[in-house]
């Protein structure tokens, strides 16, 4: 991996993963949550944040069969089908997450399908669950249109239609109590190139993205901010210790153990005693007479010294004022350590 500026470049990889709906709109810059640097560290298998479920990814998988069972009773939908209709039980097993095993750029899953008398695809359904009710207020949000317009052309169609459903705070705790209803859930229906006159040349983008960044090794610029936290990982030499250094590690860690262990034990007590010393340190630097440099207070087996020393600062402000902060300003290297418990390793 060689940095370059403000990107980085690799070998480029033996087998990228696709462009997903779910990626798509980060890859042309529209969505709000996800960077075009970030798709491609997952599609080169560069670096990708590890995944864990959380309340709301909980949520949206057990109210999804709400919401499909809600728009097949509620808009009649007995045409639509699910993956599980169509691929079975375990179909993201047989699938491999990949509904378009034989397209070699664009993939990925849809939620549901419309589908005409002889069940090929009409529509494209995506379903979604939020809080964040504001966001839908004037329009879908752009990454979910983008998300549903890719599936439909892939499909072949150009119906599309989304269903959100807003959630209370409530309904993250308990998602199986929710039923979706008029009242807390709609749809948004439109057609792909109605939407999208120049859909074709979005996917160029996506294509010109591919083979440009994908195979040809050489990421998009990174955004210190919004990719701080890859960058962090990428900059990182996760190094596995080997002969010494892994019988050090070994011998750190069950030392280590042994002493938070008694430090649990003692915390209460540390927790107080830090205390005094703070209250200790107040009312003896309220002894110091003129002259004095130190001030020692004695118990019976142990003596507190507080020391006084004066000592010279600079003003950074008032020399990069004069122009001179840069001028005297020499670059030091520190190295610092830190031990912390160890995570599962992050997905390469």
């Given amino acids: 991996m060689n940095w370059v500026d403000t990107h980085i470049e690799i070998a480029p990889p033996a087998k990228p993963k696709k462009i997903t709906g779910t990626r798509?709109?980060?890859?042309?810059?529209?969505?709000?949550w996800a960077t075009p640097f970030e798709v491609w560290c997952e599609v080169t298998r560069t670096y990708q944040k590890p995944f864990e479920d959380t309340i709301y990814t909980l949520a949206g998988k057990a109210i999804e069969?709400?919401?499909?069972?809600?728009?097949?009773?509620a808009y009649a939908m007995t045409d639509l089908r699910t993956p599980t209709d169509l691929f079975g039980l375990d179909y993201f097993k047989k699938t491999h997450g990949d509904f378009f095993p034989k397209l070699p750029?664009?993939?990925?899953?849809?939620?549901?399908?419309?589908?005409?008398?002889?069940?090929?695809?009409?529509?494209?359904?995506?379903?979604?669950?939020?809080?964040?009710?504001?966001?839908?207020?004037?329009?879908?949000?752009?990454?979910?249109?983008?998300q549903a317009a890719l599936y439909a052309y892939l499909l072949g169609v150009e119906e599309v239609i989304l269903v959100a459903s807003f959630l209370e705070e409530g309904d993250y705790i308990e998602?199986?109590?929710?039923?979706?209803?008029?009242?807390?859930?709609?749809?948004?229906?439109?057609?792909?190139h109605e939407r999208y006159p120049d859909f074709e040349s979005l996917l160029a983008q996506a294509k010109s993205f591919w083979e440009n960044s994908v195979m040809?090794?050489?990421?998009?610029?990174?955004?210190?901010?919004?990719?701080?936290?890859?960058?962090?990982?990428?900059?990182?030499?996760h190094a596995a210790p080997e002969g010494?250094?892994?019988?050090?590690?070994?011998?750190?860690?069950?030392?280590?153990?042994?002493l938070d262990a008694a430090a649990a034990a003692v915390?209460?007590?540390?927790?107080?005693?830090?205390?005094?010393?703070?209250?200790?340190?107040?009312?003896?630097?309220?002894?110091?007479?003129?002259?004095?440099?130190?001030?020692?207070?004695?118990?019976?087996?142990?003596?507190?010294?507080i020391a006084r020393s004066a000592t010279a600062s600079i003003d950074p402000a008032a020399l990069?004022?004069?122009?001179?902060?840069?001028?005297?300003?020499?670059?030091?290297?520190?190295?610092?350590?830190?031990?912390?418990?160890?995570?599962p390793d992050s997905v390469n």
């Fill in 105 to 146: 750029i664009f993939g990925g899953m849809w939620d549901s399908l419309l589908v005409d008398e002889e069940e090929r695809p009409r529509a494209v359904l995506e379903f979604k669950t939020t809080k964040r009710s504001e966001d839908w207020a004037d329009d879908v949000p752009e990454n979910y249109a983008l």
């Fill in 244 to 258: 010494d250094l892994l019988s050090l590690v070994a011998e750190a860690e069950a030392l280590k153990a042994e």
């Fill in 216 to 237: 040809g090794g050489v990421s998009p610029d990174y955004d210190e901010k919004r990719d701080a936290e890859i960058l962090d990982q990428l900059r990182t030499n």
């Fill in 267 to 305: 915390a209460p007590q540390s927790k107080r005693l830090a205390a005094i010393h703070e209250e200790l340190k107040r009312q003896a630097i309220a002894l110091f007479r003129p002259g004095d440099q130190k001030v020692e207070v004695k118990g019976n087996r142990f003596v507190w010294t």
């Fill in 175 to 192: 998602p199986e109590k929710f039923v979706p209803t008029a009242a807390n859930t709609i749809t948004v229906e439109f057609r792909l």
């Fill in 320 to 343: 990069k004022a004069d122009g001179l902060l840069e001028k005297y300003t020499k670059p030091t290297v520190q190295y610092r350590m830190t031990v912390k418990p160890a995570k």
């Fill in 24 to 32: 798509f709109a980060a890859v042309l810059g529209r969505n709000h």
């Fill in 65 to 73: 069969p709400k919401q499909i069972a809600y728009m097949k009773n």
